[in-house]
Nanobody, 126 residues
């Protein structure tokens, strides 16, 4: 059974940092694109960052460019999201996801992802 488990969320003041982790179990995802999404109350789930299978390419939403960094450790089946200079508008539940290997959807489209974690809450106070 495939399972993605996010951790590292919490409450932080504006300008602070958090590092999220997502560890997969049940199979190896070293050959798949993995992504981070977030969903704020009353809003749709939105793309944050994604990373290619070997970490050679990363993709970013404009809203987090220069502040968030995605990385992965395939030996640990884990993907990370380093979040710096956090803003109150970054408050959301953050989800990691595994992308279909031959998805026809844009990398920022949730429909292109097949497995999802349960999410971890990030709250940024002003």
């Amino acid at each position: 059974q495939v399972q993605l488990v996010e951790s590292g969320g919490g409450l932080v003041q504006a300008g602070g940092s958090l590092r999220l982790s997502c560890t997969a179990s049940g199979r190896t995802f070293s050959s798949y694109v993995m992504g981070w999404f977030r969903q704020a109350p009353g809003k749709e789930r939105e793309f944050v960052k994604a990373i290619s299978w070997n970490g050679g390419s990363t993709y970013s939403a404009d809203s987090v460019k220069g502040r968030f960094t995605i990385s992965r450790d395939n030996a640990k089946n884990t993907v990370y999201l380093q979040m710096n200079s956090l803003k109150p508008e970054d408050t959301a539940v953050y989800y990691c996801a595994v992308r279909y290997s031959n998805s026809r959807y844009l990398i920022r489209d949730t429909q292109g992802y097949v497995y999802w974690g349960q999410g971890t809450q990030v709250t940024v106070s002003s």
